[in-house]
């Protein structure tokens, strides 16, 4: 596997990532932000950010999986979430654990959780990006 995670001595352990991400490998792949679009781009769990979380990290996976990747691949993500208050960290992070059992792995990369004003639609709730590294 071309990443190694590590939480470092000196820095908080947190249960969703871990703070540092090593890579070994030589290509990098970068994901375009996921949006909580079906096949057909439809809207899915509108007004749901659980179910929009879920989505995106589905999405992404679906991404990584077309390029010979997986979430054990991945070195960063980045999720940007409209409005952010610290109030919606428990459908955040339903989201990622509904993802997580499905996809049978638990994305725990270095991640970035932005709030931001809006996003390219109305109905979408959070975009998830990632960046990962493979042999």
Not at 9 to 29: F, H, M
Not at 71 to 79: H, P, S
Not at 91 to 115: D, F, H, N, Q, Y
Request: negative net charge.
């Amino acid at each position: 596997m071309a990443i190694t995670l590590v939480n470092p001595d000196g820095l908080p352990e947190i249960d969703v990532y871990r703070q540092v991400s090593v890579s070994t490998g030589s290509r990098l792949v970068f994901v375009a932000g996921q949006v909580a679009w079906d096949a057909d781009g439809a809207v899915v769990g509108e007004g749901d950010l659980a179910a929009q979380v879920e989505r995106c990290y589905l999405n992404v996976a679906t991404a990584l999986a077309g390029v010979g990747a997986s979430f054990a691949d991945v070195a960063k993500l980045n999720v940007h979430v409209v409005d952010w208050t610290p109030d919606k960290m428990p459908l955040l992070l339903e989201g990622i654990g509904r993802a997580a059992a499905k996809l049978g792995v638990t994305p725990a990369p270095p991640a970035t959780l932005l709030g931001v004003a809006a996003l390219d639609v109305p109905e979408h709730l959070v975009e998830v990006e990632a960046t990962a590294v493979l042999d």
